[in-house]
């Protein structure tokens, strides 16, 4: 499978997660927001979040 985003697409920070100080971003894929963060130039997927629950329970 394979995905393409826009630059804007992948500078979208995951404003729940601010509070980690880890600059996590997020990618919306249907009803799912894919978790990263970028160090160098390695990329952690994070989480894979279900956008249909509640944004309490990914507060980490």
Excluded at 20 to 36: A, P, V
Aim: proline share 2%; net charge positive.
């Amino acid at each position: 499978m394979k995905f393409f985003y826009t630059r804007r697409a992948l500078e979208s920070l995951e404003e729940c997660l601010q509070h980690l100080g880890k600059s996590h971003r997020r990618i919306i894929e249907g009803n799912y927001k894919i978790i990263y963060r970028v160090e160098g130039e390695n990329i952690y997927i994070t989480d894979i979040f279900d956008s249909r629950q509640n944004p309490d329970k990914m507060r980490g």
